[in-house]
T-cell receptor
């Protein structure tokens, strides 16, 4: 699987937007970009995924660079409940049964 | 029901014990997964079951023995574990395996301590 690079940690103020970056310079044309997060004492939970176009859902937005070598997860208005480790994962298209986690970004929300 | 239920939540066992972890889902998912997570580290894939058949074993030692008795249940049998096997064991499920857009649903895990 292609590798992703994320900052180890980030801090953000409550009620402000948060932009979590992810670099994936070796991404191939069939790799999908997935984001999961893991809250303290919980299992990971799916956040969002995309291929080329920007994506929005009720949890977050995913902005994908035109060359697809990087992406950004956007939390529009962070709350204390968004404090978690956020994982950016590349998943090959059909036929790949693995979901392989990288080291992730630990997001701290400052009240 | 979008839950993956894992039992027990906590388990302490000796190195000579035999114990089992249990995972259950009622979403009609046909793929189920075991992950191991050490403290402050990302989850690491151990096993994947697809349609009740083992499809991936990530070179896991034989002291870990998975079992999928039916499409809703996944067990992990533990025997002769070592202290370094102490970790959070996570179960996950998805509608199918190997499809790019499938999201995984995770349980809250079993925190295992081996003494």
């Amino acid at each position: 699987d292609a590798k992703t690079t994320q900052p180890n940690s980030m801090e953000s103020n409550e009620e402000e937007p948060v932009h979590l970056p992810c670099n994936h310079s070796t991404i191939s044309g069939t790799d999908y970009i997935h984001w999961y997060r893991q809250l303290p004492s919980q299992g990971p939970e799916y956040v969002i995924h995309g291929l080329t176009s920007n994506v929005n859902n009720r949890m977050a937005s995913l902005a994908i660079a035109e060359d697809r070598k990087s992406s950004t997860l956007i939390l529009h208005r962070a709350t204390l409940r968004d404090a978690a480790v956020y994982y950016c994962i590349l998943r090959v298209g059909f036929g790949n049964e693995k979901l392989t986690f990288g080291t992730g970004t630990r997001l701290t929300i400052i009240p | 029901d979008t839950e993956v239920t894992q039992t027990p939540k906590h388990l302490v066992m000796g190195m000579t014990n035999k114990k089992s972890l249990k995972c259950e889902q009622h979403m009609g998912h046909r793929a189920m997964y075991w992950y191991k997570q050490k403290a402050k580290k990302p989850p690491e894939l151990m096993f994947v079951y697809s349609y009740e058949k083992l499809s991936i074993n990530e070179s896991v030692p034989s002291r870990f023995s998975p079992e999928c008795p039916n499409s809703s249940l996944l067990n992990l049998h533990l025997h002769a574990l070592q202290p370094e096997d102490s970790a959070l064991y996570l179960c996950a499920s998805s509608q199918d395996a190997g499809i790019y857009h499938e999201k995984l649903f995770f349980g809250s895990g079993t925190q295992l301590s081996v003494l």
